[in-house]
């Protein structure tokens, strides 16, 4: 497997690769990764000529600078993963190669309504930076199919919005949830949990299972207000929103009915860690 520093490095990677029409299947990582990673990793190794993966802790996407300076990095162990895998190229460029003219936007990139609520709410500029080293990246890796995984629900929407009015030429392909054994949707941030914590973690899940069974004799808000009761009363966990929204516009549905497609997207912090899921209901 080769590690690709510069973007010069990576350019000339890329055009061989195209010279050679082979196909490219892309996952963009911020690392530390886990088994959710890998099945997006394996996907894209099984569907495409080559598969190449960036390795890159994008600060502008941060908008809280604690989150930034804790988030887990081990950078060894995910080329290990990596190259075991089957991928044939990692870009894991630093902070200047990415942006030689500093981190400060100079786009403003058309995201639509999608990235107006919950994370977009939450974490203000968060979708713009996402947008922004993304496009980017898919302006280097020219990939033919981009994987991402619906654990970050609303950015797969965000990022189909960003293909569409810069007019990338990729496929998006969504892909499962990957979860620990108990439920716990699997995340970077999990190791950040302390045992009291990660002990209590998959009370998230549990929680969202069982409003999709309550969910048949009950509206969207008693629905709603279920899982917001049951997580908060767990110690040291706190929803700070859960939304029960349409699947492709991200915009709140009220009767299950006005939709054939109804997603519930939750944050929750646990102690300071800040974890996100979500669940299908139609
Ligand atoms: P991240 O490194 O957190 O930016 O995630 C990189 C990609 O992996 C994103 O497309 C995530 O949605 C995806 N991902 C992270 N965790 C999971 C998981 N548990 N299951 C499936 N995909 C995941």
Partial sequence: MEIIRSVGNLADYVAKAKADHRSIGFVPTMGALHDGHISLVERAVRENDLAMVSVFVNPTQFNNPTDLAT????EEDDFRMLAEAGVKAVFAPTVDEMYPRGTAREHEYKLGSAAEVMEGKFRPGHFQGVAQVVHRLFELVRPDRAYFG???????AV???????????????????????DGLALSSRNA????????RAPGIYEALSASVEYSRDHGVKATRDMVVDRINAIPEMEVEYFEIVDGRTLLPVEEWEESDFVVGCITVYNGCVRLIDNIRYR
């Fill in 150 to 156: 619906e654990k970050d629900f609303q950015q797969i």
């Fill in 159 to 181: 990022i189909r919005n960003m293909v569409e009015s810069e007019h990338v030429d990729v496929e998006i392909v969504p892909c499962p949830i990957k979860r620990a054994a």
């Fill in 192 to 199: 950040l949990l302390s045992e009291d914590q990660r002990r």
């Fill in 71 to 74: 988030y887990p990095r081990k």
